[in-house]
């Protein structure tokens, strides 16, 4: 046990860098294997002790982790496109209270698995809230799934053909999040309704459901033809719930200025 210690001591620090090399592929530790110069030459500068350095080191590697998990779980979640809620234009929509959307970013209502309705006409910010409001999940920890609902609907009818609608069902019960977008911008059959409801049945109360309509809840008879079927699922998604109305009025078009913030940069990840 000695020997290696003192071959160790003796290393020059080319064969050090090298042995560091080896050792962190072996490991698997990418960030420390790209970043040990740098924080070692920190380290020297700023007269850490040895405990200080190794510290900063499995630090770095364990933040570039939580990084690395926070990007995959929100490519998993199937959002078409990045949208973040420190993007989105209050002033240019005034029905909508921006202290609400900071509370619900903190991801309190996912955790005890209440439903979110963004309720508001077409181009009043529901989506970008729904998409924002998924990431924030997401990067918080929690296993987030982004649908169209008639995509959903569309998928449920074909594992339900091929024998797997069980299957299917649960798998989207495990999730933390589900954000269903697009309710009622088309009319659902009685089976596809159906199917939608056993979703929303398998997360009551254990998990999150949050989604967007262009349509009052009085008005998803048009959607949901069945009014008894129809009031089961307003039911599942306002009870213990978040309502928030974007309003009537579109937001303007054109891009808006983007604050400066901490995203996730890193190769291969979101910027």
Known sequence: MTQPARRRRSMTEQAADAAIEQACHSLRLPTIRSRFVEIADAAEREQLTYRGF???LLLSECDDRDRRRSVRRVRAAGFPR???LDDFDYTANPAINAATIH???????VRKGDPLCLIGDSGTGKTHLLIGLGIAAAQAGFRVKYSLATKLVNELV???DERQLARTIARYGRVDLLCIDEVGYMQLDRRGAEM???VLTEREEKASVAIASNESFSAWTKTFTDPRLCAAIVDRLTFAGNIIETGTESLPPGPR???TRHRLNHPGGLT
Do not use: G, I, N, V
């Not at 509370?103 to 209502?109: E, I, Q, S």
């Open 103 to 109: 509370t619900l970013a903190r991801c309190d209502w």
């Open 158 to 160: 074909e594992a339900a």
């Open 196 to 198: 939608l409801f056993q």
């Open 54 to 56: 190794l510290a900063e």
């Open 257 to 259: 200025p983007r604050p």
């Open 82 to 84: 990045e949208k973040w």
